[in-house]
């Protein structure tokens, strides 16, 4: 490991880096170096841009400005295959490769040996063989790629990717579906990679990895580097600390709760679980309680809310609501509890982008009642209208087009639809994500008089201060489960969450 | 030159400004090609738009036309709901074949083919058929989750047979005159006018005085934000396919009265595509969504004046088709929104790739979800990336 | 890592049947079976109007040549996740051209031939563009295309024309004899020959492996290196070429033009296809498959018409049936995968 990173030539740097959405600024003056021969960990939460910055090296989008040069020279990538010729290869979180095709085919496809016309079958299949043993593979090239897991298709994309003389090796998320083994496997062969010389950058968030198998790390947030270090020099809770922390005595004072929640639990889950999604945890939620649910991107926050709401069904454990066992196996029965779920993609789960916005807000609503009992028009147009005026929808014209709205009032549209059914446990994923700061704080007044009122709601927010400030108890989560619930209160500091979150002090 | 700002309130009516917004409402086109289609008829036929009493009946061309349309609308009626749901049914002409088959096979067998009772048991048989016919869909559909296109195709090729088995291969001719009253004159109007009227009454305010409107349009516009607010998606399926096999079967009703008999090879031929057609003129989109009843009527009025106007034109019967297949090609491509940006790119001298972003940033529509890259998007508003499409057949 | 002991026989004969059960070749083995199955139970039910006979196979081949051929060509733009309604209508607007061409201009049939495959592919070609470059659904492109087609059909000629044509009559009539005493006519033979081609340019040529690339997930074929445009053209435009030969086969079959020809047929073409095991979202599937699915269908009108009681709307129904049973196999089997 070089320790004076300096003197060698960067095999990929990008430097001045700016992108600018109509909506927010994704990049700004962002600078990143890949040297040859190294593991490097791009990390950042959602909304950091790390994704925009993978996505320009990879050619699908070009920089507003800055330069990206490639060996010292400089280039311009304007497309995913101009990226692929320049050397640059991607094995993205999906995978993606044409899984009704084989192995060996997957690996060669657009590379087939061929004789007048005719695809050498045998030799394919050797240079595919010969190509997986390279990588401690033991699997048959000839099995169509959706007979294995994903696991062992991620290596075979990876295959794919270097099978080409590669200089710049990029993993998007690699191992968020992968087991403790199948990641081990999968770091040996990044290991390799890298002794051979090839330079990888490793998008992730699972801390741990990072400090398994990475040299160095660049950390992104809100569009800016926040810091670039050797793995060794930055322990766990310094690195939780730049990407999610404040100065603490930046921290604001807790928003004092008047009630304190008691009683018995309106939502209690007991060994609740869905395979791949989380792992089975103990829930109680009481009327009044907020529970705020702390963690990084991918530990299984929104997994959780899904399981309590029936979008995903659990496959172990039990519910019960107000005291009865329930079944939550679709909206449906959540809904019919009175139990309510905000989802975090607002355009792919939550809109419907061309209906106007007394539709959207009324839907949860009406779906309620069935289709033959509709709310009578004047109602209806009452009700949208108070809810438009109490959460400052804009426009406040309840014809428009909801696709229309920026995020910030779509977010506040969906609360709209869900707090119009009056539910007895709301759940809020990641409600101020993205939004400007007048209606952050909107929305976070709006959570603490709803508990007032006796609402129990499940709170999701990737920023501390926030989950502090409104919650009663706070769960934290780490690695698809939930490691720790910790009582809310003056002791409890967005330090303390961290150091959960970091593994270094025990539940 | 005093040009108005853009901003600035225009005085004249047809202002270029309001012109051009009135050219960008779905219904401009079909409606500008009903009105010169009928206005193209007029040096031939003077006395096109004059509409006369005989014998106690209206009779003009332009009554022809609805006479012709009326089956159709109705079968553009139900595939309306069911191409909002993003759906699709292919079998409508078989099961209006399969309809009438079945009410002419009741009448034959009847002891009184004249009576009343007869008639109305008839009517009962052949609503039942398409009920049936609508429930088989929506099963396949809804419940097995099978594409709608296959579900529909299978009745659509063996639906016919179907029919024909009913009939025993022959056509049947029935001698009724309380049947052939369902297909002929109530008073001064065809009854096929009445019927159509009445079906489409019905259905506005089935679906807009109720909340199945709303839900058929939420889970056409976005199925999984539909499915997480609670609505129940299978169910909405299940009824749409229904009411288009009801709305089919009357159709088939119509036009088996309307000439005594059933012809289970050719009655309600081509009727899926017609329907299909007209739709889409009425601006419903073909991945589902707002839904435009008015607009489906519309769209067949269009092409029952286009094929009048052909035939009044002494243009060979046989054209009609490459006329018919030219005009879904040309709304298809002004719909699309590739077409279009590219298009405006050439009118105006600007980058392809501007006019599209300009494009996708005023749609309210959303992106499709085609598997980012980079796991979800983290910044709103974003465009998706360029390069992908879904695959869709 | 130790080598695995040698597995008993019944241990791996088991072994051999789940892979059986687990391959992507188990719906054409199903089709085969079921072919099997049908022509015995034909066998035993027609026993004295010799229906064991090899004529009767040879006839499945005479009489279906121009299903094959086009199933074959359907068969490219389904793997590929497309769809073609065009079929029947290119079809009947070859048989048209042809007879009028040959019959009323006395065009010779070699020159008459090239032109429709021309035209045939042409139109394919035309299809692919617009729905790749405006990315509209195949579904509505292609029906746009069969209501052209049909019409243009019907505006050459609006009845049916007979061929007389000596060269046509003696090529229709043309016998290659078979050991056993059979026969097979040039159309069959020919439908053979496409098959054939085409088994080879699926697994054998880079062209297929993206073909079957662009039905697995266009997406992922896109990004990787997969040329999306030009693939998607091609399948079109192989498709109508197809349809044109059909047409050419067909025509030699029926000794005719008339608009009315092969409609629907596109409804059996993918019907066939469907049997034969290739998925509808596209990816997967064997154009083998489709020769058995089309022997499936002739095997039913076979048996109708053996069956002498029966009418022929019963081939209806049989499609229908037999259509819907294969989705819904293709449904339980992809789950449980």
């Known amino acids: 490991m070089a320790s004076d990173t300096s003197q060698t030539t960067p095999v990929l740097q990008m430097s001045g880096i700016r992108k600018q959405f109509p909506a927010v600024l994704a990049l700004d003056d962002v ?416 959570v603490v008089s709803l508990s007032e009122e006796g609402m129990a709601m499940v709170f999701i927010s990737a920023e501390l201060e926030e989950v502090l400030r409104l919650s009663h108890t706070v769960g934290v989560l780490r690695d698809r489960r939930l490691i720790a619930r910790l009582a809310g209160g003056p002791d409890l500091t967005s330090d303390r969450i961290m150091t959960t979150i970091a593994g270094e002090v025990a539940a | 030159m005093n040009s108005p700002s853009p901003s600035a309130p225009s005085r004249r009516p047809w202002s270029r400004e309001s012109l051009f917004k009135a050219a960008s409402h779905r219904l401009f086109w079909p409606a500008v090609m009903l009105v010169a289609l009928m206005l193209v008829n007029l040096p031939s036929t003077p006395g096109y738009f004059s509409v006369g009493m005989r014998h106690g009946h209206l009779y003009g061309s332009l009554i022809n036309i609805l006479i012709f349309t009326s089956p159709h609308i109705l079968v553009g009626v139900g595939l309306t709901l069911v191409i909002a749901t993003a759906g699709i049914d292919l079998s409508v002409g078989a099961v209006a074949a399969i309809a009438g088959t079945a009410a002419c096979w009741w009448v034959v067998r009847a002891p009184d083919q004249n009576a009343a009772a007869t008639a109305m048991a008839a009517a009962g048989i052949g609503l039942a058929a398409g009920l049936a016919c609508g429930l088989w869909n929506g099963f396949f559909v809804a419940r097995m989750g099978i594409q709608p296109i296959v579900a529909t195709l299978t009745l659509m090729v063996a639906g016919r047979g179907v029919a024909q088995l009913i009939g025993n291969g022959q056509i049947i001719t029935v001698n009724s005159s309380s049947y052939a009253l369902i297909g002929g004159w109530w008073g001064p109007l065809p009854s096929g006018i009445l019927i159509a009227a009445a079906v489409v009454a019905a259905t506005i305010l089935l679906t807009r005085r109720t909340a199945l409107g709303l839900l058929i349009e939420s889970v056409g516009g976005n199925a999984e934000a539909a499915r997480l607010a609670g609505v129940r998606a299978r169910r909405i399926k299940l009824i749409v396919y229904v009411f288009c096999g009801l709305c089919a079967a009357i159709a088939g009703l119509m036009l088996s009265s309307n000439t005594s008999s059933a012809d289970a090879n050719n009655s309600g031929l081509w009727y899926e595509l017609d329907g299909i057609l007209a739709v889409v003129l009425g601006g419903t989109s073909l991945s589902g969504g707002r839904f435009h009843l008015g607009g489906t009527v519309l769209g067949a009025l269009v092409i029952g004046t286009l094929n009048n106007t052909l035939f009044a034109l002494g243009v060979p019967a046989q054209s009609n088709l490459v006329f018919e297949g030219a005009v879904v090609i040309i709304v298809c491509l002004l719909q699309s929104p590739v077409f279009r940006a590219r298009f405006v790119a050439w009118r105006r001298r600007i980058p392809v790739g501007v006019a599209a972003a300009r494009a996708a940033s005023a749609e309210p529509r959303a992106p499709r979800v085609t598997g980012d890259p980079s796991g979800p998007a983290d910044v709103p508003g974003a465009p998706a990336a360029p390069t992908t499409t879904e695959v869709s057949g | 890592m130790t080598a695995p002991a040698v597995p008993s026989a019944p241990a791996r004969a088991g072994r051999r049947l789940a892979s059986v059960m687990d391959s992507k070749q188990l719906p054409v083995y199903v089709t085969a079976t079921l072919f099997v199955l049908m022509f015995a139970g034909g066998a035993s039910r027609y026993q004295n109007q010799n229906f064991l006979s090899g004529q009767v196979v040879a006839n499945l081949f005479i009489d279906n040549s121009y299903l094959l051929v086009a199933a074959v060509g359907a068969t490219f733009v389904m793997l590929s996740g497309g769809i073609d309604l065009s079929i029947g209508s290119v079809i009947g607007f070859t048989t048209m051209l042809t007879a009028t061409l040959v019959q009323k201009d006395h065009w010779p049939l070699w020159l008459v031939a090239p032109l429709a495959l021309a035209v045939g592919a042409a139109g394919g070609a035309l299809m692919g563009y617009v729905i790749h470059e405006f990315e509209i659904q195949p579904f509505i492109v292609t029906l746009a295309g069969l209501f052209l087609f049909r019409g243009l059909c019907e505006v050459i000629n609006k009845e049916s024309i007979q061929i007389t044509d000596h060269g046509v009559t003696r090529l229709a009539l043309f016998q290659i004899p078979l050991p056993g005493g059979t026969f097979l006519s040039i159309g069959a033979v020919l439908s053979l020959a496409v098959l054939a081609v085409a088994v080879f340019s699926l697994h054998h040529t880079r062209f297929g492996r993206r073909v079957y690339a662009l039905g697995g997930s266009e997406q992922s074929a896109l990004l990787m290196g997969v040329p999306v445009g030009r693939t998607k053209i091609a399948v079109y435009t192989v498709s109508g070429l197809c349809s044109a030969f059909a047409g050419l086969l067909f025509t030699l079959y029926i000794q005719s033009g008339d608009p009315l020809h092969a409609l629907g047929l596109e409804l059996d073409a993918i019907a066939a296809v469907v049997i034969g095991g290739t998925l509808l979202t596209g990816g997967s599937g064997y154009v083998i498959g489709t020769l058995l699915g089309v022997l499936v269908l002739g095997l039913v009108k076979t048996m109708i018409s053996f069956e002498g009681t029966l009418s022929s709307w019963w081939t209806k129904i049989a499609t229908g049936v037999l259509l819907l049973a294969f989705i819904l196999l293709q449904r339980v089997l992809g789950r449980r995968r």
């Open chain 1, 31 to 446: 600078g990143f170096r890949l040297l040859p021969g190294e593991i490097h960990a791009l990390l950042g939460e959602n909304g950091a841009g790390k994704s925009t910055l993978i996505k320009i090296a990879t050619g699908v989008y070009e920089a507003d400005a800055g330069q990206i040069r490639l060996g010292g020279v400089p280039v311009r990538l304007d497309s995913p295959t101009a990226a692929q010729r320049a050397g640059i290869s991607t094995v993205y979180q999906e995978v993606n490769l044409c899984p009704n095709l084989s192995v060996a085919e997957n690996i060669l496809l657009g590379r087939e040996p061929v004789r007048a016309g005719r695809i050498r079958w045998r030799e394919l299949r050797r240079q595919a063989a010969e190509l997986v043993a390279r990588f401690g593979l033991d699997i048959d090239v000839t099995e169509p790629l959706d007979r294995y897991p994903l696991a062992v298709q991620q290596l075979v994309a990876i295959v794919r990717a270097v099978a080409v003389d590669v200089k710049i090796l990029i993993l998007d998320e690699p191992t968020s579906s992968l087991d403790r083994d199948e990641v081990a496997r999968l770091f040996d062969v990044m290991r390799r990679l890298r002794d051979h010389g090839v330079a990888i950058c490793f998008v992730t968030h699972f801390l741990d990895q990072i400090y398994e198998v990475c040299d160095r790390m660049t950390v992104l947030r809100g569009g800016r580097v926040v810091g670039e270090h050797p793995v060794a020099e930055l322990d766990q809770v310094g690195l939780v600390r730049l990407m999610i922390g404040k100065d603490l005595a930046a921290l604001d004072e807790l928003a004092s709760h008047v009630r304190e929640p008691s009683g018995d639990p309106l939502l209690a889950a007991r060994g609740t679980g869905r395979r791949g999604a989380i792992e089975p945890f103990d829930l109680d939620v009481r009327p009044g309680e907020v529970v705020g649910l702390a963690g990084l991107l991918g530990s299984g926050r929104t997994e959780l809310a899904r399981l309590l709401f029936g979008a995903d069904a659990a496959d172990s454990g039990t519910v019960s609501v107000g005291g009865e066992p329930a079944t939550l196996h679709s909206p449906t029965d959540a809904i019919e509890r009175g139990i309510a779920f905000c989802s975090e993609n607002r355009k792919t789960e939550g809109l419907i982008p061309e209906l106007t916005i007394r539709e959207n807000i009324i839907l949860a609503l009406q779906a309620s009642r069935g289709w033959t009992r509709p709310i009578p028009p004047a109602r209806r147009d009452a009700l949208v209208a108070e809810y438009i005026k109490v959460l400052d929808i804009r426009p406040a014209d309840p014809d428009v087009a909801a696709g229309s709205l920026s995020g910030g009032n779509q977010q506040k549209l969906l609360l709209a639809r869900w707090l119009i059914t009056r539910p007895r446990l709301l759940i809020l994923d990641e409600p101020t994500r993205g939004i400007d700061v007048g209606a952050k704080a909107e929305i976070q007044k709006l």
